[in-house]
C-alpha cells in the first residue's frame, strides 16, 4: 500500500469521524427530538456498548428489565426523574448510586457551574485557586468536630485512597482493619478496604496489611486490635461506613460506633469514616458521623458532594492527622480534584442542602417512605425478607436474588428505578432524590405493591 494510499484512507476517516462528530453534537443542542433520532441515538448507544465499551453491560440491563427496555437510553432530566431517549419519565430511586441528593441538575448548582465556565474552567495548577480555599473553609465549619483541612478528589474511590495515605503518614503504620460486607471502591487501595470477593480475588495481592472483621461485631473488633498490638503490627487506622450502602443498606448496632471510636483512641488508631454514599444529607443529617454523635479523624466524601452536576469528592480531617502533608503537599496530587467548576458545584450545593433543610426533610420524608414500604410489603413475607434504612437511605431485602431482580423488572416496566446493591444482591435500594415529593413516593410504594402481587415468591 502506497504512502499517498494510506494518506488518503487517513483523511477520509477523519472527515468520517468528524460528520459523525458534528451529528452528536447537533443532538446534543437539541432541547426536544425526534423519533427518527431517538431510534439513532438508540442503535448508535446498543452498537456502541457492543463493540467499542462492553457489551455485559447490556446482558445486565436484560436481567433487570423486562421485553425491549434492555435498550432504554437515557437522554435528560430533572427534578427527582429522568426520560428515556423516547420521551418516557422514571421516578429515580437509585440517584445514580446516590449523588442526586439536591436532585436532578438543581438549577442553583446548574447556575454556579455554568457561571464559573464562563469566566475560568480549569485551573492553572500554579496558583491560588479562590473556590478551592473557599470550599474546604465551608467544609471545615460543616464537618463534625476538629476537622479542618480538605483535600479535594474527583470520586469515593480517590477521597478514600487519599484517606489511606494520610493515615500511612500519620503514625507510620500500616495495618487497617476494615469490615465484612464493606465497599470503599474499587482501585488497589480503596479495593483493599472493600470485602467482595469477586472485586478482589482477579486483584491478589492487593495492598498488605488489611484485616475484615464482621460490622457490627465490636468483640471482634476489640480481639483483632489486642492481636495486631501484640504481634508489633499496630493498627494505623479503622476504615467504616457508617451506614453500609452497598452492603445491603446495613444500619450498625446501638453503641457500636462510639465503641470503635474508644477503641481507636485507646491504641492509638485513627477512626476513617466513609461518608461517600452516607454524607451530604442522605440519612437525615448533613453526615451520619451527627446522627451516631461520633467525630472521626477522616471524612470522606463524594457522590453527592458535586451536586450530581459535576464529578466531585473530598477527605477532610483533623490539623494534627493532615499536617503530615504540609512540609510538601505535593505528597498526594491530582490534577482535576478540587477544580473550580467541581468546587462551584459543591458550593452550591451545600447551600442548597442547608438552605432547603434537606437533611432534616430526608429525616422526615425517609421515615414516611419506610413506613408506608413497610406497609406494602404486608402479606408478602415470603418474598420480602426486610425494609430497613435511615433517612433516604432504604434497602429492601428479598429471600433471594431472583425475586430482587424481578420486582426490579417489574417496577422498571412502570416508571420507578431500582437497582440492587453492589455488594448483597438479594437488597434493591431506594435512594432517590432529598427533593422526593410525597406524591412521587407514594407512586413508589404502590409500585411496589402492584409489582409483589404479581410475582411468585
Not at 340 to 359: D, F, R, S, Y
Request: net charge negative; with cysteine; charged share 25%.
Amino acid at each position: 500500500m502506497s504512502v499517498d494510499f494510506k494518506q488518503e484512507l487517513k483523511s477520509e476517516q477523519n472527515q468520517n469521524v468528524s460528520e459523525y462528530i458534528n451529528k452528536v453534537l447537533s443532538l446534543i443542542e437539541k432541547e426536544e427530538i425526534n423519533e427518527v433520532e431517538a431510534a439513532w441515538i438508540t442503535k448508535e448507544t446498543v452498537d456502541g456498548f457492543r463493540e467499542h465499551v462492553n457489551p455485559g453491560f447490556l446482558e445486565y440491563r436484560k436481567t433487570v428489565t423486562e421485553g425491549g427496555q434492555f435498550a432504554a437510553v437515557e437522554w435528560s432530566d430533572n427534578g427527582s426523574c429522568f426520560k428515556d431517549v423516547n420521551g418516557k419519565e422514571y421516578i429515580d430511586c437509585l440517584g445514580g448510586f446516590g449523588i442526586y441528593n439536591v436532585g436532578h441538575r438543581n438549577p442553583k448548582v446548574v447556575k454556579a457551574v455554568t457561571d464559573q465556565l464562563k469566566r475560568q474552567a480549569l485551573h492553572s495548577q500554579d496558583l491560588l485557586d479562590p473556590l478551592r480555599a473557599m470550599l474546604a473553609k465551608i467544609l471545615a465549619d460543616i464537618t463534625p468536630g476538629d476537622l479542618k483541612y480538605a483535600f479535594f478528589t474527583n470520586s469515593g474511590t480517590e477521597s478514600v485512597e487519599a484517606a489511606l495515605k494520610l493515615a500511612k503518614m500519620y503514625s507510620e503504620r500500616t495495618t487497617f482493619i476494615s469490615t465484612t460486607r464493606a465497599f470503599h471502591g474499587k482501585s488497589l487501595g480503596s479495593l483493599s478496604g472493600t470485602a467482595k470477593g469477586m472485586f478482589r480475588k482477579p486483584f491478589l495481592p492487593l495492598i498488605p496489611g488489611f484485616r475484615h472483621v464482621p460490622f457490627g461485631d465490636i468483640d471482634m473488633m476489640r480481639k483483632t486490635f489486642e492481636v495486631c498490638a501484640a504481634v508489633g503490627e499496630d493498627v494505623a487506622a479503622v476504615l467504616l461506613e457508617p451506614i453500609q450502602g452497598e452492603g445491603g443498606i446495613i444500619l450498625p448496632p446501638e453503641g457500636y460506633l462510639k465503641q470503635v471510636r474508644e477503641l481507636c483512641d485507646q491504641y492509638g488508631s485513627l477512626l476513617i469514616f466513609d461518608e461517600v454514599q452516607t454524607g451530604m444529607g442522605r440519612t437525615g443529617k448533613m453526615f451520619a458521623a451527627e446522627l451516631y454523635e461520633v467525630v472521626p479523624d477522616i471524612i470522606c466524601l463524594a457522590k453527592a458532594f458535586g451536586g450530581g452536576v459535576m464529578p466531585a469528592g473530598a477527605v477532610v480531617a483533623t490539623e494534627n492527622v493532615f499536617k503530615s502533608w504540609f512540609d510538601n503537599p505535593f505528597m498526594h496530587t491530582t490534577t482535576f480534584g478540587g477544580n473550580p467548576l467541581a468546587c462551584a458545584a459543591a458550593i452550591a450545593t451545600i447551600g442548597v442542602l442547608i438552605e432547603e433543610k434537606l437533611p432534616e426533610r430526608a429525616a422526615e420524608v425517609g421515615a414516611y417512605f419506610l413506613e408506608e414500604l413497610k406497609k406494602a410489603a404486608k402479606g408478602h413475607e415470603d418474598k420480602v425478607q426486610e425494609i430497613r434504612g435511615q433517612g433516604l437511605m432504604i434497602g429492601i431485602e428479598f429471600h433471594q436474588d431472583e425475586i430482587g431482580y424481578e420486582v426490579s423488572k417489574g417496577m422498571f416496566d412502570r416508571g420507578i428505578l431500582v437497582a440492587g446493591t453492589l455488594i448483597n444482591s438479594k437488597t434493591i435500594r431506594i435512594e432517590p432524590a432529598l427533593t422526593i415529593s410525597y406524591e412521587e413516593v407514594n407512586k413508589v410504594v404502590n409500585t411496589l405493591k402492584e409489582v409483589l402481587e404479581h410475582i411468585n415468591g
